[in-house]
């Protein structure tokens, strides 16, 4: 890992978090993934023995956590408070990414087993039916190509082959636009009234569907930039400080 001889915690932090790979992994595993491999499909491209590599540094530096499970050669890596910590540096990375660095996907980030995953991870099982749910994606266009969730409320599984189950949704949409829907780019309703995403199913399945998906963590950033773009006012964050503060102070008096 690379060292720049400085007296200062941006250098020292650097050291830390500034190699290729290591932010991503602290992503995936703020988003819930704990296990090698789980990390390792969040991050398509990143060599198993590098990825190795990454989380031993990680551990070393005290970001991280391996707790050993029953099973031999079977490990969850934890963040430990440094590493949750991060979050807030995540965060403040993909606001500043949305604003200054992000655009259109390029064809090279189309990819829908990955989008998949990402989605997985986002469900909210509290809001499930208590039975069994299993939606089809029918992505089309560039990388397109048909998979499967399989939902209950004790856990949430990605199906790359037909699952044995019948299907209770289907959700059919260019990859592109399922992004830019996951993303916040363009609203689920406004994507259903245009056209762009159908579903078929039940019409309370269909109409739950959206209660499911927390969507991307950096959604709120990108509708936060699309209102900005628009000209409608932002909250300003000092004034609702103000504001809450004589609202205390109202309360105590």
């Known amino acids: 890992m690379a060292e720049y001889h400085q007296y200062c915690p941006v250098a020292r932090a650097s050291e830390i978090l500034s190699d290729r790979w290591t932010l991503l992994i602290v992503r995936e595993l703020i988003?819930?993934?704990?296990h090698f491999n789980d990390i390792e499909r969040g991050l398509p491209g990143i060599s198993r023995s590098l990825l190795v590599e990454r989380l031993r540094h990680l551990e070393d530096a005290g970001v991280l956590e391996r707790h050993r499970g029953a099973r031999a050669n079977v490990s969850a890596y934890v963040l430990t408070e440094a590493g949750r910590e991060l979050k807030a540096v995540i965060d403040l990375m993909?606001?500043?990414?949305?604003?200054?660095?992000?655009?259109?996907p390029r064809p090279a980030e189309l990819n829908p087993v990955l989008l998949l995953w990402k989605i997985h991870l986002r469900i909210d099982r509290?809001?499930?039916p208590p039975t069994r749910t299993v939606i089809e994606f029918d992505f089309r266009g560039r990388g397109g190509r048909r998979l499967w969730l399989v939902l209950e409320p004790r856990e949430v599984s990605v199906c790359v082959r037909p699952p044995r189950?019948?299907?209770?949704?289907?959700v059919r949409a260019d990859l592109t636009t399922f992004y830019r829907v996951w993303l916040g780019h363009v609203d689920w309703a406004t994507a259903l009234?245009?056209?762009?995403?159908a579903v078929e199913g039940s019409p309370t399945l269909i109409r739950a569907l959206p209660t499911w998906l927390l969507w991307s963590p950096m959604a709120v950033h990108v509708r936060s930039e699309r209102a900005r773009l628009r000209g409608c006012p932002q909250p300003d964050p000092r004034k609702s400080s103000t504001r809450r503060t004589r609202s205390a102070a109202a309360a105590a008096s």
């Open 193 to 197: 009234r245009a056209g762009d995403v």
């Open 165 to 170: 189950f019948d299907i209770d949704l289907v």
């Open 94 to 104: 993909g606001a500043w990414g949305v604003r200054w660095a992000f655009g259109d």
């Open 31 to 34: 988003a819930g993934s704990h």
């Open 126 to 128: 509290t809001q499930l």
